[in-house]
């Protein structure tokens, strides 16, 4: 059973650069096949797709934030991490990571991450 | 990018009902459509993906149909547990995007 678990702070200065990680277990993001993404949630919103990184190293950001994300993988330690650079409190929202092909099938629990000073 | 409309925004129905959301893209996304389940505070669940593909372990009172612009998210019989927000997505072109979500709610 694939799982995954988001980490990082859970408050960010504004201006600064939001990091967090997410760990995959239960399989491997270096197998192929599936994209591997992130997504938020602001409170009491709806979901928003943030962007996604392939097995390769390939990715692609929404355009809405893709001047400010960076996607990156460590296959070495099955995890895959999303920054966000220069965060306003519009960038507070629960986070999520999950896995990908057409669907998403496997979503890790989010983690808040709130941006105040 | 592809816009995905959700109706209703929100919903109040009983236990035993026949509900039906529906979810109008912007845009053909062929058969490229989602649907997800999120109760508060949990991670979305995903119900159906290719419009009409049940996800595996998913009571089969949830059944999904369209293509093109125009999906249905059908529950056949409500049960106490789905009462949640439903979200449509679209992964036929990037950005991937996902509707406004209906609220389905206890009358």
């Known amino acids: 059973q694939v799982q995954l678990q988001e980490s990082g702070p859970g408050l960010v200065k504004p201006s600064q650069t939001l990091s967090l990680t997410c760990t995959v277990s239960?399989?491997?993001?270096?197998?192929?096949?599936?994209?591997w993404n992130w997504i938020r949630q602001h409170p009491g919103k709806g979901l928003e797709w943030i962007g996604y990184i392939y097995y390769s190293g390939s990715t692609y950001y929404n355009p809405s934030l893709k001047s400010r994300v960076t996607i990156s993988l460590d296959t070495s330690k099955n995890q895959f991490s999303l920054k966000l650079s220069s965060v306003t409190a519009a960038d507070t929202a629960v986070y999520f990571c999950?896995?990908?092909?057409?669907?998403?099938?496997?979503w890790g629990q989010g983690t808040l991450v709130t941006v105040s000073s | 990018d592809i816009q995905m409309t959700q109706s209703p925004s929100s919903l109040s129905a009983s236990v035993g009902d026949r509900v039906t959301i529906t979810c109008r893209a912007s845009q053909s996304v062929s058969s490229y459509l989602n649907w997800y389940q999120q109760k508060p505070g949990k991670a979305p669940k995903v119900l159906i993906y290719?419009?009409?593909s049940l996800q595996g372990g998913v009571p089969s009172r949830f059944s999904g149909s369209g293509s093109g612009t125009d999906f249905t998210l059908t529950i056949s019989s409500l049960q106490p547990e789905d009462f949640a927000t439903y979200y449509c997505?679209?992964?036929?072109?990037?950005?991937?995007?996902f509707g406004q979500g209906t609220k389905v709610e206890i009358k």
């Open positions: 999950a896995r990908g092909s057409y669907y998403l099938d496997y």
């Open positions: 290719t419009a009409s």
């Open positions: 997505q679209q992964s036929y072109n990037t950005p991937w995007t």
């Open positions: 239960g399989g491997s993001i270096s197998s192929g096949g599936y994209y």
